[in-house]
């Protein structure tokens, strides 16, 4: 049963034109009424340009889904489902800055997983993708096309502080590869990414 929607605008991350798998995981949860989040699962289906979405949320499975972020979540123990879609009206975003540099200045890789290092101003979320975008493009260089988020399965939600490694698991010829997210060498959850075409 459908329960609320929130209007939700988003900013183009440094050069891109797309809006950022990271802002549409932390806007989706931070707009949730305050609470203990946990066993999130989020899927991306394609990239999302229009920085005007609306998010609506169920407590049930719609099954017939619109946008093209959707996925499931607990909110103090309640299974929490949403939908978010870009609206039509046409919008002129604006652009903040992004130094995904220094996330992967604090990065080090050997063979199928990266470790961080650093502590940064961004969030959790962000230093993942950040990471997981690097350890793909650096273990597959002579791959042409962009790495994008295409998913992720969290045991909880954390704002702050980056996951200690990440480790690619499975890859099913770069259409969909499977990362493990490690904090502190437990499993934390994992990260999809997709190779498409720039």
Request: aromatic content about 12%; overall charge negative; some cysteine.
């Amino acid at each position: 049963m459908f329960l609320h929607d929130l209007d939700l605008n988003f900013a183009y991350r440094g050069q891109r034109n797309y809006i950022q798998g990271a802002d549409l995981f932390n806007s989706v949860l931070e707009s949730t009424s305050s609470g203990e989040i946990s066993d999130i699962r989020m899927t991306a289906h394609g990239l999302i340009q229009n920085c005007n979405c609306r998010v609506k949320f169920f407590d049930a499975d719609p099954k017939q889904y619109e946008g093209k972020f959707r996925g499931r979540f607990h909110l103090n123990g309640k299974a929490v489902w949403f939908d978010l879609l870009e609206l039509t009206d046409g919008c002129d975003c604006r652009r903040i800055p992004y130094d995904e540099q220094s996330i992967v200045d604090a990065c080090r890789i050997n063979d199928e997983q990266i470790y961080y290092d650093g502590s940064s101003q961004y969030t959790f979320m962000e230093i993942a993708v950040a990471m997981n975008k690097h350890l793909l493009s650096q273990t597959h260089p002579d791959i042409q096309g962009r790495w994008i988020f295409t998913g992720i399965e969290l045991d909880s939600f954390r704002k702050s502080g980056g996951p200690t490694s990440l480790r690619v698991t499975h890859n099913f010829q770069n259409k969909l590869v499977k990362t493990r997210i490690l904090d502190d060498g437990h499993a934390a959850g994992t990260i999809y990414f997709s190779l498409i075409d720039r």
